[in-house]
């Protein structure tokens, strides 16, 4: 399984950015997908997850209502809508494949990240 993300960039305080994740080489649809972020010295954290058919979706505190976590299924596809981002937001955001959770030991398969600078 490989994932590739992309999307991330700098962004000022308010702005938005979508991040895009595309899995190959296993069946899309064999997966829940989820996002976790890590800011410097600081541990990776969980920010949204989606369900296998995108019924269910669970998000960490710090983003609800922020951040919308989707999935497009015929394009092996998952997305982040990251609106009214704050520079504490700034982090390398993963995407990850696995069971539907919030802990990282669900995911078996991560992407290389990308990473979200919100600042003036």
């Known amino acids: 399984v490989q994932l590739q993300a992309s999307g991330g960039g700098l962004v000022q305080p308010g702005g938005s950015l979508r991040l895009s994740c595309v899995l190959s080489g296993r069946t899309f649809t064999s997966f829940a997908m989820g996002w976790f972020r890590q800011a410097p010295e600081k541990k990776r954290e969980f920010v949204a997850a989606?369900?296998?058919?995108?019924?269910?979706?669970d998000y960490a505190a710090s983003v609800q209502g922020r951040f919308t976590i989707s999935r497009d299924n015929a394009k092996n596809t998952a997305y982040l809508q990251m609106n009214n981002l704050k520079p504490e937001d700034t982090a390398v955001y993963f995407c990850?494949?696995?069971?539907?959770?919030?802990?990282?030991?669900?995911?078996?398969?991560w992407g290389q990240g990308t990473l979200v600078t919100v600042s003036s």
């Open positions: 990850t494949a696995g069971t539907y959770s919030h802990y990282i030991r669900d995911y078996k398969h």
């Open positions: 989606i369900s296998w058919g995108g019924g269910n979706t």
